[in-house]
């Protein structure tokens, strides 16, 4: 039972979910300041990739080493971010151009791939991996046992990070205050909020948690560093956010469903059937049409619950 198609593709949908969660999640918060940051893709990169020089470079037992490299990666996130934000918030730059040319810069063809090059990265086996782990001895339990109990710590910490947001939006006075900064800065500023140290604090943050998003390939889905890596994922995650009604946990819905969407081609290759890659190597570009459509209509956006300010400027001197 636990070998069915089915099991398998929800248990691996929520492997290959898990860098699409944090990244969206991360997205997330940024939106909720009312920034819009498509450079997900390449603080996803910047991540997978210092995150795996990290795991090759820094001694001692193995879950130290793997509980570092992801701190190192969530830090790579956090410094491209912040600098994404000194654009965007400092210089009130246009956040869709920002974003774009920021994953220019640090995606495949940039950063991300000169590192891995000067790094010595490339084509080395990973000495420390996160592997699926059992700690209640449950894994074989039927059906449950493989999707909820096999897996890896980045899911279990994934649905942490999940709860945390879900309160810290809804249950926290700084919560709060993101929320009113991204439905109406002007309003906000006249309350005594920093519009600015708001934006600032949660794009970072979303850069950080990218970059945790990046580590989930190089360090356990595919132990290793090539070239573009996450393969998009950075696009489908800024999609998800809108398609969760930027609430945290339709996010981790709708991550599993484009987990298991990538998964499926993997698992029905193992029983023998071959489905045509490219339709789902197109699926990041659809969705960053899509993604931008949505966003460019004024209707759609209070439709579907946006930020108010989403990907506007705030100028406090227009209040």
Not at 127 to 136: C, R
Not at 188 to 195: E, L, P, Q
Not at 301 to 312: E, H, I, M, S, T
Request: aromatic share 10%.
């Amino acid at each position: 039972m636990n070998n069915s198609i089915l099991v398998v593709v929800i248990a691996s949908g929520i492997a290959y979910g898990t860098p699409l969660l944090f990244a969206a999640l991360g997205e997330l918060l940024a939106e909720r300041s009312g920034v819009l940051n498509l450079g997900v893709e390449g603080m996803m990169l910047v991540g997978a990739v210092m995150g795996f020089w990290a795991v090759q470079n820094i001694g001692g037992p193995g879950g130290t080493t793997l509980f570092l490299a992801v701190l190192v990666a969530a830090a790579a996130g956090a410094a491209v971010a912040l600098l994404f934000a000194f654009l965007v918030i400092t210089l009130r730059a246009n956040q869709i151009v920002s974003g774009l040319a920021l994953t220019i810069f640090a995606g495949a063809a940039g950063l991300s791939s000169y590192l891995g090059n000067d790094l010595g990265l490339a084509d080395a086996p990973a000495k420390h991996q996160f592997a699926p782990v059992d700690p209640f001895g449950l894994a074989d339990v039927p059906i449950l046992g493989p999707i909820v109990f096999g897996q890896t710590w980045l899911v279990y910490a994934s649905w942490g990070v999940v709860a945390l947001i879900a309160l810290y939006l809804t249950r926290t006075r700084p919560g709060l205050n993101v929320r009113a900064v991204g439905e109406s800065p002007q309003t906000a500023d006249a309350m005594g909020i920093s519009v600015s140290a708001y934006r600032y604090a949660h794009v970072v943050a979303g850069g950080a948690l990218a970059g945790v998003g990046g580590a989930c390939f190089s360090l356990a889905l595919t132990p290793q560093w090539v070239t573009g890596l996450t393969g998009g994922a950075g696009w489908i995650a800024i999609a998800l956010v809108i398609f969760a009604f930027w609430r945290p946990e339709l996010c981790l819905v709708g991550a599993y469903f484009f987990g298991a969407f990538q998964a499926l081609p993997f698992t029905l290759q193992a029983r023998g059937v071959t489905i045509a890659p490219e339709l789902f190597q197109a699926l990041p570009y659809v969705m960053t049409i899509v993604v931008l459509v949505i966003v460019s209509s004024g209707i759609s956006k209070r439709r579907l619950g946006a930020p108010g300010a989403l990907g506007l400027p705030f100028v406090r001197e227009e209040r």
